[in-house]
Antibody
Framework: EVQLVESGGGLVQPGGSLRLSCEASGFTFRSYWMHWVRQRPGKGLMWVSRIYIDGAKTTHTTYADSVKGRFTISRDNARDTLYLQMNRLAVEDTAVYYC?????????????WGQGILVTVSS | QSVLTQPPSVSAAPGQKVTISCSGGSSNIGGNSVSWYQQLPGTAPKLLIYDNDQRPSEIPDRFSGSKSGTSATLGITGLQTGDEADYYCGTWESSLSAVVFGGGTKLTVL
């Protein structure tokens, strides 16, 4: 059974930093693109970032414009763990953050979601 | 403002059928596959449809998907009160190299 368990959320002041982690199990983690998706309170889904490390050990990452330069996605395939380093946090970054597996090979679809972790940015 | 456009809400009676539309453009739906997600209240989203019309094995055949040009549609037949949820379409946006979602549609089963 695929499991994705996020941790590291909480309350942080504007301008602060936080690192989210996502421990994966039940599948061959290194073989999949992994994503972060967030959802502000009462709002819709917003994609944040994705990452993959290919056979040549090249890391491929993509970011939403709203987090580019502030957030950094990374992964440790030896530990089956996905990370999201969030710097210069703003009130608008308050959201539930989901760790998500990409089930596609040539097309993207998000087939397994973690339970989500709440990040609150407030003074 | 979402890249993909969905109606904010739809409703129908138990046992009836409902469709939810998702409209985009040539750089997203027009050139990439569409997926649909169901989010029950207070829970994480769940994949319903992928590659426009494919269902994961655990999803009942009451749920179906289709795509034509730059639009996609989710269909749900035999509506049940347990289907009350928010539904989102998603796809790859080639011009942004990003995943994009619709704004979500709230389904009410009257």
């Amino acid at each position: 059974e695929v499991q994705l368990v996020e941790s590291g959320g909480g309350l942080v002041q504007p301008g602060g930093s936080l690192r989210l982690s996502c421990e994966a199990s039940g599948f061959t983690f290194r073989s999949y693109w992994m994503h972060w998706v967030r959802q502000r309170p009462g709002k819709g889904l917003m994609w944040v970032s994705r990452i993959y490390i290919d056979g040549a050990k090249t890391t491929h990452t993509t970011y939403a414009d709203s987090v580019k330069g502030r957030f950094t996605i990374s992964r440790d395939n030896a530990r089956d763990t996905l990370y999201l380093q969030m710097n210069r946090l703003a009130v608008e970054d308050t959201a539930v953050y989901y760790c998500v597996r990409d089930g596609g090979s040539t097309e993207t679809f998000l087939d397994n979601w973690g339970q989500g972790i709440l990040v609150t940015v407030s003074s | 403002q979402s890249v993909l456009t969905q109606p904010p809400s739809v409703s129908a009676a138990p046992g009836q059928k409902v469709t939810i539309s998702c409209s985009g453009g040539s750089s997203n739906i027009g050139g990439n596959s569409v997926s649909w997600y169901q989010q029950l209240p207070g829970t994480a989203p769940k994949l319903l449809i992928y590659d426009n019309d494919q269902r994961p094995s655990e999803i009942p055949d009451r749920f179906s998907g289709s795509k034509s040009g730059t639009s996609a549609t989710l269909g749900i037949t035999g509506l049940q009160t347990g289907d009350e949820a928010d539904y989102y379409c998603g796809t790859w946006e080639s011009s942004l190299s990003a995943v994009v979602f619709g704004g979500g549609t709230k389904l009410t089963v009257l």
